[in-house]
């Protein structure tokens, strides 16, 4: 079955290191996404694509980078690691809206829990 | 950009009764609103949408109604069972620059007391 994958699921690093973290999806899904979930804050936008080489900066995107070298595979970068970034990160896909602005559904990975000590 | 209010932060209802989860939100161009579940530990799944085009849209015992004018949108549950316990998101997409990303409010933490 098709799905969405992250890892890893769990990751202790710290200050200052470089983190990436994977997410894989085999929908064949244009648009992916980068999302973190603080208590208080709800879901935040990170960065988002919307096919091969496209990238662009989502409301929290400082410190993060992301690459997109193929349509599996968004994968998130903390250049390096800070205590603020301690989160739980989910990644999302879905497919391409149709012209006029339609939107489709969002499936989210399992999310990948980051301390930063 | 925009901004998405979710009110109440919790909310407890007894079984069977009725909940509702309301939100508002501030670009008048935005055009899709989903609402998402979280159950503890798991990840976010979509439950109910609804487009700018319509003002209300049903599923068995979830529904979602819009107010454009307004800039509001409310989830309602009725006949709440135990498994209806969980985190509830809306959200908000405003399609100005491409974005298809979401705007989230913060969530309602509903509890079904039995």
């Known amino acids: 079955d098709a799905e969405i994958t992250q890892s890893p699921r769990h990751k202790i690093t710290e200050t200052g290191r470089q983190v990436t973290l994977a997410c894989h999806q085999t929908?064949?899904?244009?648009?992916m996404f980068w999302y973190r979930q603080d208590l208080g804050h709800g879901l935040r936008l990170i960065h988002y694509?919307?096919?091969?080489?496209?990238?662009n900066k989502g409301e929290v995107s400082d410190g993060y980078s992301v690459s997109r070298s193929n349509t599996e595979d968004l994968p998130l970068t903390l250049e390096s690691a800070a205590s603020s970034q301690t989160s739980v990160y989910f990644c999302?896909?879905?497919?391409?809206?149709?012209?006029?602005?339609?939107?489709?559904?969002?499936?989210f990975g399992p999310g990948t829990r980051l301390t930063v000590l | 950009g925009e901004n998405v209010e979710q009110h109440p932060s919790t909310l407890s209802v007894q079984e069977g009764d009725s909940a509702v989860i309301k939100c508002t939100y501030s670009d008048s161009a935005s055009n899709y609103f989903p609402w998402y579940k979280q159950e503890l530990g798991k990840r976010p799944q979509l439950i109910i949408d609804i487009r700018s085009n319509v003002g209300e849209k049903k599923d068995q015992r979830i529904a979602v109604t819009l107010n454009k004018t307004a800039k509001h949108f409310s989830l309602h549950i009725t006949e709440t069972q135990p498994e209806d316990s969980a985190v509830y998101f809306c959200a908000a997409r405003a399609p100005g620059g491409g974005a298809d990303g979401l705007t989230f409010g913060k969530g309602t933490h509903l509890i079904i007391q039995p």
């Open positions: 694509s919307y096919g091969v080489h496209d990238t």
């Open positions: 929908w064949n899904h244009n648009n």
């Open positions: 999302a896909s879905s497919k391409p809206g149709l012209a006029g602005g339609s939107v489709n559904e969002q499936f």
